[in-house]
């Protein structure tokens, strides 16, 4: 089905009424096989994770965004202007959680709630950590003149109590992950994971013998990935390559203190 009608009919062309189905399953929920994600990205066994040298590893960008310390982190997002609101009431296991409060070059990032429902779900909160990672993101995004992003869920509380509930967390719910599931072009064509990027479990993505797509928009997916993976932006790049879960979404994550990667 062809995704270039304008924003007002996305439902319509892209399913919406699906999308925000699959991030209603995300709250309550029933996506159990994100857990297992908890070691399984990082398995030594996984013939798609990278090791660099250490000085490679902690000079990446999603090192050095992920080990920040509050401060540092906070000081960054000003520097480079990021416009940003504190999360209120926080929300637990984030560090600092905030809400975007305006675009990253020129990319507008929300979930699939209405609108007049974004400002107070919890489910708009990050980690001003992965506002960073999300920011150089925005920027390869701006040169495929992408204007938006709908993402199924960035925070979401944990569905297994830590030991330590009150501790930073990882992943979701430390606000350390966005499951990207859309991006919108300039000229109001859609690039959406499901429809566009037909699952291969453990087939490559970037790199020789990487998977080629026939489709342009698939193909060009591929290639926003390929371009965040080559800069190092975050830790964990999860695609309908990596396993049944992520057929219809890219989760994209920073993790700290890793010293690897893994674009699968």
Known sequence: MPLNCPSGSLGASLGLDMLRARSRRSRFGALIALLAMATSPARADNKYLEVPSEAEAVASPAYRYANMTDEQALSEAARRGIQFTRATPPARGVRVPVRLAAPLHGVTIHSTLPEEERSDTPFEIMDVRLALALDDFCAILETHDIVEVIHFTIYRPPQVLPSNPSAPQTRHPGGLAID?????????????????????????????????????????????????????????????????????????????????????
């Open 180 to 264: 990207v599931g859309a991006m919108k072009k300039r000229d109001g064509q859609w690039l959406a994971v499901g429809p566009h990027w037909p699952t291969a479990i453990g087939a490559k993505t970037c790199g020789p013998h990487g998977r080629r797509l026939f489709l342009p928009r698939g193909r060009e997916l591929m290639s926003i990935v390929c371009e965040a993976a080559d800069a190092r932006i975050f830790t964990y790049m999860l695609s309908p390559h990596f396993d049944g879960a992520h057929s219809d979404h890219l989760h994209l994550e920073i993790k700290p203190l890793v010293k690897w990667f893994l674009v699968n």
